[in-house]
């Protein structure tokens, strides 16, 4: 009896050990010689978090000049072209000159942070700086790329910012407007020789009126509406204005039989940049770049853009009838001699002022002792 019931035990063992090895998973095939291996399912990921909106800066700007001028268009463009870049970041808006502050006095503005930023003129400073007029032009002095080079290059700008120091305002350094050679001047007297501007009244402003009266002109200011009707009441015998382009736009084309073409008188306009050191500061370093590339790329841009445009407007001078003709050398000279005299006395008077005519000076010796034509 006892050897039939352990005889029993060991079957019931064995075939319980058969059911539980049948339930079992079977083992996996080993891998095929040279097959990749199976990738293992992954567990899918969260979606991260959704980053927060950039914050947009706004920035208000002004440019000095009037909405059908060039310059206001450069600046508007430079804006719009910074929000593009940015993504919308740093927003922009444009007034004209006087939109904001009084047409003139940007640099006040962006000082006391009424504007963040502007394009204006150097000149407009001189209640402030005697030196400013220099930073705009020098009458007698460099071609516009010559002058650009002396600024960007040459130790204008550090010269500007030393001018500025104690102000709330940055001159972003490569950036800013610049502009050709005015006419040097309209007449209904052909001018030949030395000695013709003697004994003329003329309509003029700046350095180029002062240097004009020293040849023995009557200088005399007024605004630019004034000139068409005082030209043809001999009030005035001549004048200066402005770009071929903005002289025809203001119908100056029937004010005056000859227009005189020479880059003595003001060779070129730069306008520089300015930005309200406040404002500055509080951009992060990728919009900084932008703002400074976009302003430095404009300069070049609206300097060959007004040159296409005085072009234009000299081929509709000559169309009208006007003789568009160079100033004569020996007059240009005759010009430029008296602008030496004229800068020379300046620098007697002020050691900055003479500090800015060395280092323009010596740039531009040094520019030309290599490239006569700039």
């Known amino acids: 009896m006892g050897r039939k019931l352990g005889v029993f035990l060991v079957a019931v063992v064995a075939i319980v050990s058969l059911v539980i090895v049948g339930c079992a998973p079977e083992a996996a095939p080993p891998p095929e010689e040279g097959a990749p291996p199976e990738e293992e399912e992954e567990e899918e990921e969260e979606a991260p978090p959704a980053a927060p909106e950039a914050e947009v800066i706004k920035w208000v700007g002004q440019s000095h000049a009037g909405g059908i001028t060039e310059q206001h268009h450069s600046l508007s463009r430079a804006a719009d072209k910074i929000r593009a870049l940015s993504n919308g970041r740093l927003d922009i808006t444009i007034e ?36 400013g007029g220099l930073f705009t032009m020098k009458s007698g002095g460099m071609s516009p790329m010559e002058a650009l080079c002396w600024f960007r290059e040459g130790g204008g700008a550090e010269l500007a910012a030393e001018m500025i120091e104690g102000y709330n305002v940055y001159i972003v350094p490569k950036a800013g407007w610049m502009g050709p050679p005015e006419a040097f001047l309209a007449t209904d007297k052909e001018l030949k020789k030395r000695g013709d501007i003697a004994g003329l009244t ?23 509406g004034e000139i068409f009707e005082s030209m043809q009441r001999g009030v005035i015998d001549a004048y200066e ?14 004010a005056g039989k000859y227009l005189w073409l020479s880059g003595a008188r003001q060779p070129y306009e730069f306008n520089p940049f300015i930005v309200n050191i406040d404002s500055w500061n509080k951009l992060p370093d990728d919009l ?17 853009e007004v040159i296409r445009m005085d072009l234009e407007a000299l081929e509709k001078f000559r169309d009208y009838g006007t003789i568009v003709g160079k100033v004569p050398a020996e007059l240009e000279e005759e010009y430029s001699e008296e602008a030496q005299k004229f800068y020379a006395e300046k620098a007697a008077a002020d050691p900055f002022m003479a ?8 740039f531009q010796e040094a520019f030309r002792a290599v490239w006569t034509r700039p």
């Open 96 to 131: 004209v000159g006087g939109g904001i502050a009084p047409a003139s006095k940007e640099f006040d503005a962006v000082d006391k942070g009424v504007l963040d930023c502007a394009v204006t003129c150097f000149m407009y400073w001189m209640d402030k700086f005697p030196a």
């Open 202 to 224: 003329i309509r003029a402003a700046g350095d180029g009126g002062e240097i004009l009266s020293h040849l023995g002109a009557g200088v005399v200011m007024m605004p630019a």
């Open 241 to 254: 204005c402005a770009s071929p382009t903005l002289n025809w736009d203001l119908g100056l084309y029937e």
């Open 288 to 304: 900084k770049a932008i703002v400074a590339e976009v302003n430095e790329a404009e300069a070049f841009r609206a300097y060959a």
């Open 355 to 362: 500090r800015v005519l060395e280092s323009y000076d010596e």
